[in-house]
């Protein structure tokens, strides 16, 4: 999936792809990682990891002044090599795992949201 607007963050993570791919999926890890920048957190997560089923990312600004849900359902997923879900406002991204030697190369390809310029 790679359309004219789409966005692709790619990463390489020196770690095994069975650590990877835990601390990507499970609630207890998703909060440590999943901020934007050092003010932001995610005091809440919901994680259903299967096709079908659903996330919940509560997403906030440490100081209180700004928050919202980051929520969708998993569309495909292939054990430690993908994840497609599509975003409750209909947005499509597709993460890769890509075993290399120094670790794994993450992929994040997704749509845009239209409030913010690319």
Not at 50 to 75: C, I, L, Q, T
Request: glycine residues 6%.
């Amino acid at each position: 999936m790679h359309t004219s607007s789409s966005i692709t963050v790619t990463i390489l993570v020196n770690l095994p792809i069975e650590i990877v791919w835990k601390v990507w999926i499970r609630p207890v890890h998703i909060k440590k990682w999943n901020n934007a920048s050092s003010d932001w957190h995610t005091p809440y997560v919901k994680n259903k990891f299967k096709v079908g089923g659903s996330f919940n990312y509560r997403m906030e600004a440490r100081g209180g002044s700004f928050g919202f849900d980051f929520e969708g359902k998993y569309s495909k997923i292939e054990t430690e090599e993908l994840i497609e879900y599509v975003l409750a406002d209909g947005r499509i991204v597709s993460i890769n795992f890509e075993k290399v030697e120094d670790g794994v190369r993450i992929n994040e390809n997704f749509e845009p949201e239209q409030e913010n310029s690319l």
